[in-house]
Nanobody, 117 residues
């Protein structure tokens, strides 16, 4: 069992930045698959970004060039740096963690990000 705790959400103006953090309750391996998703009311959860094997990163087209996923294995924490935020980025953001060579995915409880002037 892995617990994930997100932090860093909040209210930001359009064009601003936020950094979300997700801390895992166990040691993080370079080969663990880490991800971020987001969800708005009455819509399905949407994939945002994934980090594999430490340096293989993929992004949804809607955030490519603005968001960056990264990890700090020494702190068992991974991040989502969000720049040039837009009102359409408003959502609850969830982190996900899939341990190496498993199919089990663990989820955080979510953190609200609101982009508004």
């Amino acid at each position: 069992q892995v617990q994930l705790v997100e932090s860093g959400g909040g209210l930001v103006q359009p064009g601003g930045s936020l950094r979300l953090s997700c801390q895992a309750s166990r040691n993080m391996l370079v080969t663990d698959v880490l991800g971020w998703y987001r969800q708005v009311p009455e819509k399905e959860r949407e994939w945002v970004a994934t980090s594999r094997s430490g340096n293989e990163e993929t992004y949804a087209d809607s955030v490519k060039g603005r968001f960056t996923i990264s990890r700090d294995t020494a702190k068992n924490t991974f991040y989502l740096q969000m720049n040039s935020l837009k009102p359409e980025d408003t959502a609850v953001y969830y982190c996900s963690f899939r341990p190496t060579f498993t199919t089990t995915i663990y989820w955080g409880r979510g953190t609200q990000v609101t982009v508004s002037s």
